[in-house]
């Protein structure tokens, strides 16, 4: 006895045991912090730049109004960074229920509702009798300039719980029929948003419907090929009488396309466009020196709430001429400049220079109006408004090279798409879907040669040193001893 009591009064074992004790108390203190925070379902930290691995703030917000029980049902889901992501909507509000279906095989009624085998995956957004299906394919996109695969997992299960939650979708009508550029494929990223923003997106032909329907929420009229007919135009101004709202995306500037029913229509607001195409002077508001694509802050009272500074990139813009304060008296009209260029632009008229720098046939410098916005008083009730930028080509997806192996979509330039979107929702009404929407891209471990050299040993070599200074203090003490 004696002697095992000696061997326990040891300093070694002491210590030893000590150490051990500490060392499973600390374990046990890491899995048990871990437990809670996953029961308790708190975030992970974010330190990316842009918040990808968060919830965004637009998402945050349409959290907060929910008045509605919402179910997402996670059927067959193996893929554990969707079902982290998903389980995030839960900590921002508690009117979420997540149900996760891991074994289809005994959930016969799933199987039979939305024709599923027994290895397929859905997700489904539901609120009340009204629901929405999602893919494993509709949380990915690709970027077809870089070849790039971008996660749009947020965007989807976001817009699927607006969708789901809306009364009743805004209807948006693009008119077709005499565009310069098909809007089916030019503003194909811009309808396929606003369709995943539940809205309804169609195409109008004047000429065979007979008018602007009645539930037209907001019209887009873009660069035309050729000028609207009377009865176009007359269709058009009724709509206007009886308070439509009117996003105009028009480069009708550098075509020699004569357009007095398309101009009678903008008179209304006593609006035009100067033909020719702006050039900027000022480096810092053109991108890569290229003079004719014009990188303009925008400032409209409807975005302000966003809480950051936007910029839009135009192409071959035209300058917008306003109403002097007589006729806009006259025409009850009120105005808001959206967009404008540098104070050292031009307007060039003459196609044939190749020079980039002014020359007396061009016109004097200044600042030019690319945006605005008009609000027509109809009656006491009833007023009309527009939006206008000289520039459809900034809402397209005309190929811009950014490099000699890359390109970019025009509307993806900048603050383009969001400035469009917005614009259309302020015409809609639809204030919960003015934001900035984050995008899927990823971020990539890039460096230089010198500064991966530093990583490496701060990761690797520093922790090396440590542990054998340690192990070499251990032996100097151990032959003291």
């Known amino acids: 006895m004696k002697k095992f009591i000696e061997i326990i009064k040891n300093k070694w074992l002491i210590k030893g045991t000590t150490t051990i004790l500490l060392a499973v108390i600390i374990i046990a203190c890491y899995i048990g912090l871990t437990v ?38 996670l059927i067959n889901i193996d893929d554990e960074y969707i079902k982290e992501y998903t389980r995030k909507y839960k900590v921002y509000s508690d009117k979420i229920d997540i149900e996760e279906v891991d074994d289809l095989s005994s959930r016969v009624d799933l199987k039979t509702e939305y024709n599923l ?70 503003l194909s990223t811009i309808t396929t ?16 419907t007979g008018s602007v329907p009645d539930d037209c929420d907001c019209l ?3 660069t035309l090929a050729e000028d609207m007919s009377e009865m176009e135009r007359d269709k058009i101004l009724e709509y206007i009488q009886r308070g439509g709202k009117i ?23 006593g609006v035009s466009i100067q033909y020719g195409a702006i050039f900027e002077q000022d480096t810092t508001k053109m991108l890569q020196n290229a003079p004719e694509f014009i990188i303009s802050d925008v400032n409209a009272s409807f975005m302000s709430d966003i809480g950051m500074n936007l910029q839009m990139c135009l192409v071959d813009a035209g300058s917008i ?17 959206i967009a404008s260029t540098g104070d050292t632009a031009f307007i060039r008229t003459n196609f044939d220079t190749t020079s980039y720098t002014r020359t007396d046939a061009d016109s004097e410098e200044g600042s030019f109006i690319v945006g ?41 330039l900048y603050n383009n798409k969001d400035v469009i979107l917005n614009s259309i929702s302020h015409l809609t009404e639809r204030t919960d879907t003015i934001t900035i929407r984050k995008t899927g891209e990823t971020e990539q471990y890039t460096v230089s040669e010198k500064g991966d050299t530093l990583i490496k040993i701060i990761i690797f070599t520093i922790p090396a040193i440590i542990i054998l200074i340690g192990l070499v203090i251990w032996i100097i003490r151990r032959r003291r001893k």
């Open 36 to 73: 809670l925070a996953d029961k308790l379902e708190i975030e992970d930290l974010d330190f990316t730049e842009k918040k990808l691995y968060s919830l965004s703030d637009e998402t945050k917000n349409k959290l907060k109004d929910l008045d509605e029980e919402i179910t997402i049902q």
């Open 117 to 186: 085998d027994d290895t397929d995956s859905l997700i489904v957004v539901s609120a009340g009798e009204k629901e929405k299906t999602l893919t494993l394919y509709d949380l990915y996109t690709i970027d077809y300039s870089t070849g790039q695969q971008i996660d749009v997992t947020e965007e989807a299960v976001t817009n699927a719980i607006v969708e789901v939650t809306i009364d009743e979708k805004p209807q948006i009508y693009i008119f077709s029929g005499k565009t310069y550029y098909e809007p089916e494929q030019s």
């Open 193 to 208: 948003q606003l369709t995943n923003e539940a809205n309804e997106v169609k195409y109008l032909d004047i000429l065979s």
């Open 220 to 222: 887009i009229i873009t």
């Open 247 to 269: 996003l105009f995306l028009i480069s009708q500037n550098i075509l020699e396309v004569d357009t007095p029913n398309l101009n009678s229509i903008l008179d209304q607001y």
């Open 321 to 337: 001429e306003l109403a002097d304060d007589t006729k806009q008296e006259e025409l009850s009209v009120e105005y808001e400049t």
């Open 372 to 412: 605005a916005r008009a609000t027509k008083k109809i009656s006491e009730d009833v007023s009309s408004e527009i939006i206008i930028y000289s520039n459809e080509l900034c809402a397209s997806n005309l190929q811009i090279p950014v490099s000699t192996q890359y390109y970019m979509y025009a509307v993806d």
